[in-house]
């Protein structure tokens, strides 16, 4: 069974930073991407922020510049910086891992969301 594990959501003031880790366990036998979506409040769709496979990562529009993604393949982790923070980036955000097990192929796997939310 895998778990993605989130940490290191909160409340800060626009302008500021926030780190956001996150680390897969389980009887894991490769990964394929990680990376991060969010949900904004009231919206039903959860929208790329950031993932990464083993080239260059991939960023929504509305963070580039101001996100950063990297990967620790040894740890099966992945974090992500998020500088210059904006109110409009007050989300859910939730980790994902596209991965395939010993016994389950190739599948999207989700955390359980981390809370951040950017005051004026």
């Given amino acids: 069974q895998v778990q993605?594990?989130?940490s290191g959501g909160g409340l800060v003031q626009a302008g500021g930073s926030l780190r956001l880790s996150c680390a897969a366990s389980g009887n894991i036998f490769r990964i394929y991407?990680?990376?991060w979506y969010r949900q904004?409040?009231?919206q039903q769709r959860r929208d790329l922020v950031a993932v990464i496979s083993s080239g260059s990562p991939n960023y929504g529009d509305s963070v580039k510049g101001r996100f950063t993604v990297s990967r620790d393949n040894a740890e099966n982790a992945v974090s992500l910086q998020m500088n210059s923070l904006e109110p409009e980036d007050t989300a859910v955000?939730?980790?994902n891992a596209v991965l395939e097990t010993r016994t389950v192929r190739r599948r999207d796997y989700w955390g359980q969301g981390t809370?951040?939310?950017v005051s004026s």
Avoid: F
Wanted: some cysteine; proline content about 7%.
């Fill in 4 to 6: 993605l594990v989130e």
């Fill in 33 to 35: 991407t990680m990376g």
């Fill in 40 to 42: 904004a409040p009231g």
């Fill in 93 to 95: 955000y939730y980790c």
């Fill in 115 to 117: 809370q951040v939310t």
